[in-house]
């Protein structure tokens, strides 16, 4: 049976690579970002830096995400086809069609699994949505960033956001994109796994190899 | 090249004597025409130049107080370093102020009037309080006159003005929702005048001075930020030269009021303080000849000097704002706590639904 298969490379270096920055870099930033907006670690002598250290890796870890955005939005465009921005876009009637038999099937009313060698449209267009959740948090981090240090490059990268919201209310929002970006974390793991253990495609393990099993009933080989 | 720099001190000096004879000494000339030069960030070479400027022609100057609680006349009168005090009443022909003036009814506003007409163009005026626009502007009004009439007349022929306190530079208070009188900033009143904002709540009198001394000795208004606020008052976050940074830094926090870190004198951001998003000069001027101000007092910062800190930066005491069209106990927090359980329900429901539907299947 596993013989029929065949080999397909899904995920190219980059995609994979990008993948796992993101993933340490939202673990990293969840925690650290936590901490600032509620800080639950006390100190207890005026000697530690506590806050310093939490902020320094929470910068640090934002500029890795911000250059990881780059890179595979960059990739998105020079990539395979299943790295293309194009796949993201769920705007034609066969997309359409396989986004509401993707719903159908994680709701159980469909048993047929949305086989794709890259992302199903569903998974692509809530891949978009995080795409943009992601890219507000960078601009809503470097415009709370920008507020103390002075130059263009900072109005750039989000500085001119506070022209258009209040600080406190760019501090919210940040912060309650942060619970949407770890809901969707969670889920994507679980159905990911799911997925996996429907189609038999090799998908959990993609992500680390790059390759995934063609069952025969991917459109997209 | 500093001995002409002196000379030039002690010659401007000399020349302040008629000011010497209203009570006010050389020395403390000297002393202020320093503290304004340290105020607007300049080297020590400029306060000859300072005091130059400050010996020359009295300008003219009128004070209105339209929507407010006349804060920042109590913090101009009371709150600043006397001397500086002195300086602006003995430098500045101070021809109209309601609260402080001796003259009363159209007495008073008849001075008024002569200054605009007889000096336009040349003189400053200081505005504090917002200025109500609905219906015609009636909610506040002075003589008979409604105060954006006052304003447009007043302010439009004006050399400067100079916005004092929250409600004159950003429309403050009265301009909170839901504004039922529809108050306005000064600027947005008139909006061809030359306004400088000083917002705070109250302004710190010491900016109002540098503001003026600034026009004396440059012949131009400081440059201002995006909010027409001038950087070497409001150039700098309140956050980074808090005297309490440090215990932000390394992690001690006031929890409430009132407990050990709060009596160490900790850093009071989870309670609240808004010094990480506000810019002004508290930390750095203070507030009552620099006896202290609201963090050195134990309160965090309310960012009272930021464009509508009343909507944007409430509640106080709480570090996130409410969450718009949730209850108003809804905080960011049990929000995400409440999305977090409903994927894991989510997550958990759909798998016994993929357990039951596999179990079906079996039996098939």
Known sequence: ?221 | MKFSSDDALYEAAESMEALGNNGLSRRDFMKFCSAMAALLALPASFVPKIAEALSGKKPYLVWLAFQDCAGDTEAFLRATNPTAANIVLDVLAVEYHETIMAAAGKQAEKSLMDVVKNHKGEYFVVVEGSIPMKDDGIYCCIGGKSSVDIAREVCGNALATIAVGTCAAYGGIPAALPNPTGAVSVKEAVPNATVINLPGCPVNAENITACIVHYLTFGALPNVDKFGRPYFAYGKRIHDNCERRAHFDAGQFVRQWGDEGHRQGWCLYEMGCKGPESFHNCPTIKYNEGTSWPVQAGHGCIGCSEPNFWDTMSPFYKRLPNVPGFGIESTADKIGAGLAAATAAGILVHGIGRAVSSKKEEEK
């Not at chain 1, 397909?8 to 673990?27: D, G, M, Q, S």
């Not at chain 1, 000697?47 to 934002?62: C, D, L, N, S, T």
């Not at chain 1, 890795?64 to 465009?77: D, E, G, Q």
């Not at chain 1, 949305?114 to 795409?131: D, M």
């Open chain 1, 1 to 221: 049976m596993a013989n029929d298969k065949k080999r397909i490379y899904a995920w190219e270096f980059p995609v994979r690579f990008t993948h796992w920055i993101n993933v340490a870099c939202i673990l990293a930033l969840s925690f650290t970002g936590f901490y600032i907006g509620n800080p639950f670690i006390y100190a207890v002598s005026a000697k530690e830096y506590i806050m310093g250290w939490i902020r320094f890796i929470h910068f640090v870890a934002a500029y890795a995400f911000l250059l990881s955005m780059i890179i595979r939005i960059y990739w998105a465009f020079v990539g395979n086809k299943y790295a293309c921005y194009r796949e993201l876009l769920p705007f034609s009637s066969q997309k359409l069609a396989e986004l509401v038999n993707a719903l159908k099937f994680y709701a159980f009313i469909s048993k047929k699994p949305p086989y794709k060698i890259g992302h199903h449209a569903l998974a692509a267009f809530t891949y978009l949505i995080v795409y943009l959740l992601i890219i507000f948090e960078i601009v809503s981090g470097f415009a709370m960033y920008s507020v103390n240090h002075s130059g263009a490059i900072w109005v750039i990268l989000g500085g001119w956001l506070t022209g258009a919201m209040s600080m406190p209310m760019i501090r919210l929002y940040h912060h309650l994109v942060m619970y949407v970006i770890l809901a969707f974390a969670l889920m994507h793991v679980y159905l990911a796994w799911y997925s996996d253990s429907r189609e038999k495609n090799g998908l959990l393990m993609s992500i680390f190899s790059g390759y995934k099993f063609s069952t025969g009933n991917e459109p997209d080989i």
